[in-house]
């Protein structure tokens, strides 16, 4: 490069450098101009708003002085036509020289404002006079001569008008020093003559004025071209400012002005309240400008945080295997996630493509039944909580159950815009229920078959009672039959009934036998409705063929109106029957010079449930049975183990009874339990649940 072109280069990047400098001057010239502008706007604007808050201050101190001053008035017209009522009154019963004294001085008591009333003829000349007793007398009668000339005009002119006239004010002096300044007010008599009530203009504005203003002002009556008369109030203080209003009192035959001023400090750079309000704004306008680009960054800043937040959750949505789908209110797809669109083999965009009720992986036998339910949530159905179970249809065609979770989608404003749903593909869930539920089969057969061992122990001891009884009747068929030869008609009807009884317990231990079979064979027993007298009435041939070689006597009791009773009647017999024999047995002792059995029926609560006092609705839902005898009772140690099974305390007993009543009492719903019966003996409960 020539040592001509250095500097003309060195002159080109000068003149760059600089131009970039005038642009860079010129942009922070332009931003601090604007803030200058601003700060003169809201200086201005503050400046306005204190002189506007100024004159808004004065303008409504003003107007409540105004307001003040012509509610004064209307009180100052009520109260003088109020005394010239109670003047009025006074004469309704007539003028007496003799009482007028004493009515006048009761009027003076009440009207602190009067000075003096006079009762004076038709010419005006005094007949009685009577002076207030709050002050000291002020008028001379000697000098209340009828010449005088505004009385006398006042008095005319009530004449005249046929009502009440006041006098023009006056001034009163006083001995030696000092005087007040009156008006008269003159009320025309009936019988002729006139009232006259001498006001104190001071006192009427003490009593009639001053109660209705407030404080910090000046009350006063002046002349109509502005002559101060009297005056009462606060005095003005040093720095305020002084707020006068008045308004004439135009009374008949005399004209008044009252004058009120009032003071109050002189507003200063904040008159009140809402000035201050303002300016604070105004103050704040700056500081909310200042906090404003604050702001912005640190919204830039939550911003981020937010795209990282909804790029964290579509990462976690994506990893979960449970399906998303969310729907609008009208049952169009907007949301799914991977693992739903992995479940049905669709893809995001063919799922989200089809219109409202027209879903590809609804099977096509269920789609009438699936469009019905959308329908229903759609209308505002509340899904259940717990979910449910429903089919969806793979692309392939595969079926498939699902666990579906629903709950409404609700905005940041708190309104629903639709519904979201939750997927979970229950069929490995399914499979491996359904083998356990046949490894649990298999359990259970190995079980019952193992019970067939207990089982046969069980028959043996219920096979006992109806054996027992066969071999009864058949001994006492054979007795019958040795001696029929003697025996009458009669003994043949004996023999033909203890050979129905002994067919009746041969069924019976048929019966039982078939009842253990059916057990192993895992069927169902039938339960039927029967009448608890129908229980009792079928063992009692037993209790009672049993009752007499012991020698006990059976008392049995049926509360009215019991309901039927649901339960396999077979075993529900030989439970009453099993109890009835261990009640009879237990009070088999020498000692025992009386043995009763008591069989009672009755509704009751199940036994075991909590509460003294029985609910009416659940009593009706069970009826008790009860057994109770006299014997020496149960002791602590066996009662530890009285359903024990092979646990027994008599030499000839097995210690299964007990235990199988328990178990068929339980079967059917109820409970067995016992009690202590007082003095003594022992009574066993239990319940079944009415038909």
């Known amino acids: 490069?020539?040592?001509?072109?250095?500097?003309?280069?060195?002159?080109?990047?000068?003149?760059?450098?600089?131009?970039?400098?005038?642009?860079?001057?010129?942009?922070?010239?332009?931003?601090?101009?604007?803030?200058?502008?601003?700060?003169?706007?809201?200086?201005?604007?503050?400046?306005?708003?204190?002189?506007?808050?100024?004159?808004?201050?004065?303008?409504?101190?003003?107007?409540?002085?105004?307001?003040?001053?012509?509610?004064?008035?209307?009180?100052?017209?009520?109260?003088?036509?109020?005394?010239?009522?109670?003047?009025?009154?006074?004469?309704?019963?007539?003028?007496?020289?003799?009482?007028?004294?004493?009515?006048?001085?009761?009027?003076?008591?009440?009207?602190?404002?009067?000075?003096?009333?006079?009762?004076?003829?038709?010419?005006?000349?005094?007949?009685?006079?009577?002076?207030?007793?709050?002050?000291?007398?002020?008028?001379?009668?000697?000098?209340?001569?009828?010449?005088?000339?505004?009385?006398?005009?006042?008095?005319?002119?009530?004449?005249?008008?046929?009502?009440?006239?006041?006098?023009?004010?006056?001034?009163?002096?006083?001995?030696?020093?000092?005087?007040?300044?009156?008006?008269?007010?003159?009320?025309?008599?009936?019988?002729?003559?006139?009232?006259?009530?001498?006001?104190?203009?001071?006192?009427?504005?003490?009593?009639?004025?001053?109660?209705?203003?407030?404080?910090?002002?000046?009350?006063?009556?002046?002349?109509?071209?502005?002559?101060?008369?009297?005056?009462?109030?606060?005095?003005?203080?040093?720095?305020?400012?002084?707020?006068?209003?008045?308004?004439?009192?135009?009374?008949?035959?005399?004209?008044?002005?009252?004058?009120?001023?009032?003071?109050?400090?002189?507003?200063?750079?904040?008159?009140?309240?809402?000035?201050?309000?303002?300016?604070?704004?105004?103050?704040?306008?700056?500081?909310?400008?200042v906090l404003l680009a604050r702001d912005t960054r640190r919204r830039l800043r939550a911003e981020h945080d937010l795209a990282d937040a909804l790029a964290f959750r579509k990462a976690m949505e994506d990893s979960v295997i449970t399906g998303l789908r969310a729907r609008d209110l009208q049952g169009r797809i907007t949301y799914v996630n991977p693992a739903f669109c992995e479940?049905?083999?669709?893809?995001?965009?063919?799922?989200?493509?089809?219109?409202?009720?027209?879903?590809?992986?609804?099977?096509?036998?269920?789609?009438?039944?699936?469009?019905?339910?959308?329908a229903h949530r759609m209308a505002g159905g509340v899904p259940p909580r717990e979910g449910f179970e429903s089919v969806f249809m793979h692309k392939d065609g595969r079926r498939f159950p699902v666990l579906i979770f629903e709950a409404p989608l609700i905005n940041a404003q708190g309104a629903q815009t639709g519904w979201m749903s939750a997927f979970i593909d229950v069929s490995e869930q399914r499979r491996i229920e359904e083998l356990s539920r046949a490894s649990q089969e298999r359990l259970q057969a190995s079980a019952r078959l193992a019970t067939v061992g207990e089982m046969a122990s069980l028959l043996s001891h219920e096979l006992t009672q109806p054996l027992a009884a066969i071999a009864s009747y058949a001994s006492g068929s054979l007795n019958l039959l040795r001696s029929a030869g003697a025996s009458s008609g009669g003994d043949h009807g004996e023999v033909a009934m203890a050979v129905r009884r002994i067919a009746e317990q041969a069924d019976r231990a048929g019966q039982v036998i078939r009842s253990v079979h059916d057990f192993v064979r895992r069927r169902d027993r039938i339960r039927e409705a029967v009448a608890p007298q129908a229980l009792i009435d079928a063992v009692m041939p037993l209790v009672r063929l049993q009752a007499r070689k012991l020698g006990v006597r059976v008392d049995v009791h049926y509360e009215e109106r019991l309901p039927r009773v649901l339960c396999d009647r077979t075993l529900v017999e030989q439970v009453l029957l099993n109890l009835a024999r261990n009640a009879m047995q237990a009070m088999d002792l020498p000692e025992l010079s009386e043995r009763v059995l008591h069989l009672r029926v009755a509704r009751a609560r199940a036994v075991g449930e909590s509460g003294d006092t029985p609910d009416k609705a659940d009593a009706r839902r069970w009826v008790e049975f009860s057994v109770a005898d006299r014997g020496a009772g149960i002791s602590e140690e066996v009662a530890a183990r009285l359903f024990t099974p092979f646990f027994t305390t008599r030499p000839d007993g097995m210690g299964l009874g007990l235990s199988l009543c328990r178990t068929v009492v339980e079967q059917h719903g109820g409970a067995l339990a016992f009690e202590p019966q007082r003095p003594r003996g022992t009574v066993f409960r239990f319940t079944l649940p009415a038909a």
Not at 108 to 115: D, F, G, Q, S
Not at 349 to 369: F, I, K, N, R
């Open 343 to 374: 479940m049905v083999g669709f893809s995001a965009e063919e799922l989200m493509d089809h219109a409202s009720g027209d879903v590809p992986y609804w099977p096509t036998e269920l789609a009438q039944e699936y469009r019905q339910r959308q």
């Open 1 to 289: 490069m020539s040592s001509t072109t250095l500097p003309i280069a060195r002159t080109v990047r000068g003149a760059f450098s600089g131009l970039r400098s005038l642009r860079s001057l010129h942009s922070l010239w332009q931003r601090w101009f604007l803030w200058v502008i601003l700060a003169v706007l809201v200086v201005a604007l503050l400046a306005t708003v204190v002189w506007l808050a100024g004159r808004h201050e004065v303008e409504q101190v003003q107007t409540a002085l105004d307001r003040d001053t012509a509610d004064a008035v209307s009180d100052l017209r009520s109260g003088l036509q109020r005394n010239a009522q109670s003047l009025r009154a006074s004469q309704v019963n007539g003028m007496d020289r003799a009482h007028w004294p004493m009515e006048a001085a009761a009027l003076l008591r009440e009207h602190r404002e009067w000075l003096r009333l006079e009762w004076r003829d038709a010419a005006l000349r005094p007949l009685a006079a009577v002076d207030t007793p709050y002050r000291q007398r002020v008028f001379d009668d000697a000098k209340r001569s009828r010449e005088q000339a505004d009385v006398a005009l006042a008095c005319a002119a009530a004449r005249k008008a046929g009502a009440p006239a006041y006098s023009p004010s006056h001034y009163v002096p006083f001995v030696p020093s000092g005087g007040l300044e009156v008006m008269e007010l003159c009320l025309p008599v009936d019988g002729g003559g006139y009232l006259v009530a001498v006001y104190s203009l001071r006192d009427t504005l003490i009593e009639l004025v001053a109660p209705t203003l407030t404080r910090g002002q000046e009350v006063a009556f002046t002349e109509p071209d502005g002559t101060r008369l009297v005056a009462v109030g606060a005095a003005r203080r040093v720095g305020t400012r002084v707020f006068t209003a008045q308004q004439l009192v135009d009374l008949p035959g005399n004209a008044l002005m009252l004058r009120v001023d009032g003071w109050r400090a002189a507003p200063d750079l904040f008159p009140n309240l809402l000035t201050g309000l303002v300016t604070a704004i105004s103050i704040a306008l700056v500081s909310v400008l």
